[in-house]
């Protein structure tokens, strides 16, 4: 009886791995998506599959990678650094994967970078901005979005130039990408001569911010700049308007590109006239058109940054064949001397993994809920 | 300049009733059985999506009047999360009564968990909101500045009295506040004098879910977003705030919410926010080193 048992086990085990061993020599080309699937942010996570599943279909229907199909693996970190380790660890040592799009919040992609450095696998964020994802001599990690230095400088001028704003209040959500803007931002409007009158950090997850709001009017403040993330952006600009403060302009960053924000904020009348630094909308760019054409068809609009992640996806793609091999090390030497043709246009990246050229403008939010990018001012 | 100063009060009431509200399921479980339930954050969490749920129900059916949307809402919400209450202590606390005192803990932990992850996936990760009810606020001159308070943060303190001043009633002077001052007091004698206190230490679990629902309802209202991961934040300003007010006392519950709330919102408005927790936290650690019961609680007597 026993002995069945063991036989039929052992069986089991042989078919087992003779399945095994016959994936593994058609192996795909594995690539994590990591970013919040989960969690107050989860909408960027969403937008990050969406146009990584879309750019790895295409490609896939086109006969793959090197001969292999592109395979992508989910990884949650719920903007939460010690998850994005745990998940990083994950996706390099079981999951094998030969490429990361991710993370999100600068404060997840960081470390997480330090683990794909050490397993040599190249990753590329489509959306962490603050400047030390790049800063740290790490090989293989890139970025498909502009840095916090540059935006702060946009931000700032926006807020001196057009907003002719004399009295800046500049909050931050106390993390590693808001605060780090708004240092930027502030370091910008001081270099302006209109230092911030108020300069303060909210709690990520509070909803109450009245306090905050009640100085922001004892200060007289006609600007407020953000440096944050929707689900706080939200509440604030709300309870900024609840409390008879109608007059001063809200700006923020590229952290509240989701029409979550309406929802988060209680209905599309808070976030009229709302302003927020993101990269030109490559969803107007004519190279993007089909793609964009291809959501839409399917009903979905690809916003924020959909198309950034489908970018990434391409560039790591344009890398393994460019190199002609799997190996990070490899595509990242190949990327770093080659320019790719995304969907976002023809991109290219210099020594450090930022791109060459990076251009952040601004958008506004109108009383239906969307955003628009405002015409350059010069 | 006053009028700021007012009006930081003003907000710091409106939040620490809030707190107060939930604090009062804590202290009151604690008062019963010696336990914290850590699944207490999570309940209010419940609550508020169950008030998001109805209001879209009432809205469904073409209610649209203030008084009835708020009505019909707080007694599903009441009703639902009470429910919530109850089976939390069937599963978790009752059959670990005569169990470690670290076990009922330990389960309670685990529930809280089961329930984030629950109305993660029956719900969804992404941020939910409702729509604003109750538009408008007042506003009052004071010499050279102003306060404003929305009709939404009048009605929160109206009826977060409201809710504390009938259970204060409740708990004087029925029957029922009765069975749970003797059960408090020693759950053995109690028992030997006919009281059946595995059914007040329910109501006791009831109750408390019934005053999360009426702060989720609120705070729903007022804030207008949640998500799955609301109940956390929140319920440890709470458990705070009854800790402060001496923790198994039902005014100190109250008393400490609101000092949590003003002190929050005095510090961040006339120092920094940036370290609004911090002070609080110092402010807990002070009293707690003077008063190691809190501020309305009863010493604890070691009987020989």
């Known amino acids: ?89 994950r996706l390099a040592d079981q999951d094998k994967v030969a490429a990361v799009v991710g993370h999100f919040c600068s404060s997840s992609t960081i470390p997480a970078s330090e683990v794909y450095d050490e397993a040599g696998i190249i990753a590329i964020t489509p959306g962490s901005t603050n400047p030390q994802v790049t800063e740290r001599g790490l090989s293989a990690m890139f970025r498909m979005c502009g840095r916090d230095d540059q935006q702060g400088i946009v931000a700032g001028d926006y807020i001196v130039d057009v907003l002719k704003g004399k009295k800046v209040a500049v909050l931050h959500d106390k993390d590693t990408y808001g605060q780090g803007l708004a240092d930027a931002t502030k370091a910008q409007l001081t270099k302006r001569g209109v230092a911030p009158v108020l300069y303060e950090g909210l709690t990520r997850g509070e909803k109450d911010f009245s306090a905050v709001v009640t100085k922001i009017r004892s200060v007289g403040a006609d600007v407020v700049y953000f440096g944050g993330l929707h689900p706080e952006a939200g509440p604030l600009v709300r309870q900024l308007r609840e409390q008879g403060l109608t007059d001063v302009k809200f700006m923020s960053d590229d952290g509240i590109v989701t029409d979550e924000l309406v929802t988060t904020a209680g209905g599309a009348k808070y976030v009229d006239g709302v302003l927020m630094t993101f990269g030109a909308d490559p969803r107007m760019l004519p190279d993007s058109k089909a793609v964009v054409d291809a959501f839409r068809a399917k009903g979905t609009e690809p916003e924020g940054y959909t198309l950034y992640s489908y970018a990434s996806i391409q560039a790591l793609a344009a890398a393994f064949t460019g190199a002609k091999s799997n190996k990070g090390a490899d595509a990242a030497a190949w990327l770093k001397a080659n320019p790719v043709q995304t969907v976002m246009g023809k991109k290219e990246w210099d020594k450090k993994g930022d791109l060459k050229v990076s251009d952040y403008v601004v958008y506004q939010w109108d009383k239906d809920g969307k955003y628009h990018q405002l015409e350059k001012q010069k | 300049m006053d009028g700021i100063f007012l009006q930081q009060l003003v907000n710091g009431l409106t939040l620490g009733s809030v707190y107060g509200l939930i604090a009062i399921g804590y202290t009151m479980v604690y008062g019963i059985i010696g336990m914290i339930n850590f699944a207490h954050g999570e309940v209010y969490m419940i609550s508020a999506y169950l008030a998001a749920i109805s209001l879209a129900l009432l809205a469904y059916f073409g209610i649209e009047s203030f008084p009835l949307l708020i009505l019909g809402t707080l007694l599903f919400t009441v009703f639902v999360t009470g429910v919530y209450g109850w089976v939390i202590e069937r599963v978790a606390y009752k059959p670990l009564r005569n169990s470690t005192r670290l076990a009922p803990l330990i389960s309670a932990i685990g529930i809280s968990l089961i329930l984030q992850n629950y109305v993660q996936i029956s719900q969804g990760a992404r941020q939910q909101g409702v729509p604003t009810l109750l538009e408008g606020a007042m506003k009052f001159d004071i010499g050279t500045g102003f306060v404003q308070i929305t009709y939404t943060k009048l009605f929160i303190l109206l009826a977060a009295f409201v809710g504390m001043g009938l259970l204060t009633y409740i708990i004087k002077y029925t029957k029922l506040g009765r069975m749970c001052r003797a059960t408090q007091q020693d759950r053995k004698m109690a028992s030997i004098l006919g009281i059946n206190t595995d059914r007040v230490i329910s109501y006791v679990f009831i109750i408390g879910a019934v005053m999360a629902a009426l702060a989720g309802v609120l705070i729903t209202m007022n804030y207008g977003t949640f998500d799955f991961y609301a109940g956390f934040i929140i319920g440890i300003k709470a458990f705070t705030a009854a800790v402060l007010g001496g923790i198994g006392s039902l005014p100190g519950a109250m008393l400490g919410g609101i000092i949590l709330g003003i002190s929050e919102s005095l510090f961040s408005g006339l120092v920094n926010s940036d370290y609004k927790d911090v002070f609080s936290f110092s402010l807990l650690v002070l009293i707690l080193i003077f008063r190691p019961q809190g501020l309305l609680g009863r010493p604890h007597v070691a009987k020989v």
């Open chain 1, 1 to 89: 009886m026993s002995q069945t048992f063991y036989r039929k086990g052992f069986l089991a085990l042989a078919v087992a791995t003779a399945l095994g061993a016959s994936s593994f020599v058609q192996a795909d080309l594995k690539i994590g998506v990591a970013g919040p699937m989960t969690g107050a942010n989860a909408a960027f996570g969403e937008q990050y599959m969406k146009g990584a599943q879309a750019a790895a279909d295409e490609i896939n229907a086109k006969g793959g990678v090197n001969g292999e199909k592109i395979v992508l693996v989910a990884g949650d970190d719920a903007c939460e650094p010690k998850q994005a380790v745990a998940v990083a660890n």
